[in-house]
């Protein structure tokens, strides 16, 4: 485990990376919305590709 470098400025919680403003919870929980999202120019939903986890 890092040492907390600041807090996170969603929760509060500790942060362990420089270049991170959010915690890890956060932090996944903001990248699995984003790839849950719909696209904005179609409207249709986005595809995980299992190769690039694009």
């Given at each position: 485990m890092s040492k907390?470098?600041?807090d996170?400025?969603?929760c509060g919680?500790?942060?362990g990376y420089r270049d991170r403003q959010h915690c890890c919870?956060?932090?996944r929980r903001m990248t699995e919305q984003?790839?849950?999202a719909v696209c904005?120019?179609?409207g249709k939903d986005?595809?995980?590709q299992e190769d690039t986890d694009r």
């Open positions: 907390k470098q600041r996170c400025v969603t919680g500790p942060v919870r956060c932090w984003a790839a849950k904005p120019s179609c986005r595809v995980l």
